[in-house]
């Protein structure tokens, strides 16, 4: 079985101050990891993934998310939060053919 | 490119009324997913789809829930007859890859259902 927790419902920074959305997860497998970003009434957009290459990726708009099997974590930060980052973020985690969402993080960037 | 159709974006229904909800994916994509989304929380998946043949529902409430990809193309998913905690977004994605191979998700705007 697998999971994924995000520790923060909702975060709020302000515009040129750096992200930090904390993921962790539970997999039986190696497994491969996402972020995806959602604005309102858009559709889920993937950010970056993680699929057993490097443990640093880098993804769309500035992000980048480090894979950390010790700490079973994949966090997304960004140095310089711009206003269109306001946006609800996932954390998923895959392995064989299940893909698991977390609850989301709501960020708020403020001017 | 177009991206994933869903049609329609937005219902509003009594309950014990049927739904329906369309779904294009992306052309060549052979998986299909719908996924039920709840308020504030992340998207959960319904039915996961390889060409026609769909290869994971065991989270689809049969009851009241049915969907179909005939000709392994779009896809619809029925609702009959919704009731009061059907409310949610659903959300269908497309990927050109089976989901074992941990491909890209590309989605759709979503379907908002308000059950009154």
């Known amino acids: 079985a697998q999971s994924v927790t995000q520790l923060d419902s909702h975060v709020s920074v302000s515009e040129g101050t750096p992200v930090l959305l904390r993921c962790n997860y539970s997999?039986?497998?190696?497994?491969?990891l996402f972020w995806y970003v959602q604005h309102p009434n858009k559709g889920l957009q993937l950010l970056l993934k993680?699929?057993?290459?490097?443990?640093l990726v880098k993804g769309i708009n500035g992000f980048e998310a480090e894979f950390k099997k010790s700490e079973t974590s994949f966090h997304l930060t960004k140095p310089s939060a711009h206003m269109s980052d306001a946006a609800e973020y996932f954390c998923?985690?895959?392995?064989?053919?299940?893909?698991?969402f977390g609850a989301g993080t709501r960020l708020t960037v403020k001017p | 490119e177009a991206g994933v159709v869903q049609s329609p974006r937005y219902k509003i229904i009594e309950k014990k009324q049927p739904v329906a909800f369309w779904c294009n994916p992306i052309?060549?994509?052979?998986?299909l997913y719908w996924y039920l989304q709840n308020l504030g929380q992340g998207p959960e998946l319904l039915i996961r789809?390889?060409?026609?043949?769909?290869?994971?529902d065991s989270q689809l409430p049969k009851d009241r829930f049915s969907a179909e990809r005939l000709k392994g193309v779009d896809s619809t998913l029925k609702i009959q007859p919704a009731e009061l905690g059907d409310s949610a977004v659903y959300l269908c994605?497309?990927?050109?890859?089976?989901?074992?191979?941990?491909?890209?998700?590309?989605f759709g705007e979503g379907s908002r259902l308000t059950v009154l």
């Open positions: 994605a497309s990927s050109s890859v089976p989901a074992g191979l941990r491909g890209e998700l590309f």
């Open positions: 997999s039986s497998y190696s497994p491969s």
């Open positions: 993680y699929t057993s290459a490097a443990t």
């Open positions: 998923v985690v895959s392995d064989r053919s299940d893909m698991r």
């Open positions: 052309s060549g994509h052979n998986t």
């Open positions: 789809y390889e060409n026609e043949e769909a290869v994971d």
